[in-house]
């Protein structure tokens, strides 16, 4: 079975610098794809950015990027000069083809942004 | 908007009732999955159906059921409700394809509150 796991239940980080939320996922497949969803206190889930395990390059989307590692089966979403609105919960997730589509996520990662 | 519509936005019941939450997904989009999220939780994968046809079940109570109709609007009938079912309940779409690299698109949710 698949498994997603974030290790961090909370972080923090202080406006306009940068923070690193971890990411690491259990899987024996070799087709799959990882996504970052952030779920802001209106409780709307919002897709952040996504990656395709067969590329190398990692995604990038504006001011959030990851670092993907598929040997160490780690996915990383670094955000960089953090805002206020970047405060939510921020959700890893990880889907296959080989497990009819579906998405499982980790349990979450609440980021504080502090003026 | 990620135009998947949920209804209703918010549901209060009693214990032992019965409740259908409704989702509309995206236009073009043929798979519809369910997600329960309690209190400061990850979000739970409850089933999934393509094209009319359940896909997939996760930790989906027998008390709970689901179904998609041919217009792929689907509902998800909770019953003999108890005070642990009360959770956001999100509703997600799909474009499908082999490789899995479309993401959920997400509805805002049902809150249901069972007293």
């Known amino acids: 079975a698949q498994t997603v796991t974030q290790s961090q239940p909370e972080m923090s980080v202080q406006e306009a610098e940068t923070v690193t939320l971890s990411c690491t996922y259990d899987t024996s497949e070799s087709d799959y794809y990882l996504f970052w969803y952030k779920q802001p206190p209106s409780r709307q889930m919002i897709l952040v950015i996504r990656?395709?395990?067969?590329?190398?390059q990692n995604a990038t989307e504006n001011r959030f990027s990851v670092n993907f590692q598929k040997a160490a089966k780690s996915f990383s979403l670094k955000i960089s000069d953090s805002q206020l609105g970047d405060a939510a919960m921020y959700f890893c997730?990880?889907?296959?083809?080989?497990?009819?589509?579906?998405?499982?996520f980790g349990a979450g990662t609440r980021l504080t942004v502090k003026p | 908007d990620s135009g998947v519509t949920q209804t209703p936005k918010h549901l209060i019941t009693a214990t032992g009732q019965r409740v259908t939450l409704r989702c509309s997904p995206r236009s073009g989009d043929l798979s519809v999955y369910w997600y329960q999220q309690s209190l400061d939780q990850g979000l739970q994968f409850l089933i999934q159906y393509y094209n009319g046809e359940e896909r997939a079940k996760g930790n989906i109570l027998e008390r709970f059921s689901a179904q998609q109709f041919p217009d792929l609007h689907s509902e998800l009938n909770l019953s003999s409700l108890e005070l642990g079912d009360s959770a956001l309940y999100f509703c997600a779409s799909s474009v499908e394809s082999f490789g899995a690299d479309s993401p959920l698109h997400f509805g805002n949710g049902t809150r249901l509150t069972v007293t």
């Open positions: 997730a990880y889907r296959t083809p080989y497990n009819n589509n579906d998405m499982r």
């Open positions: 990656q395709e395990a067969y590329k190398q």
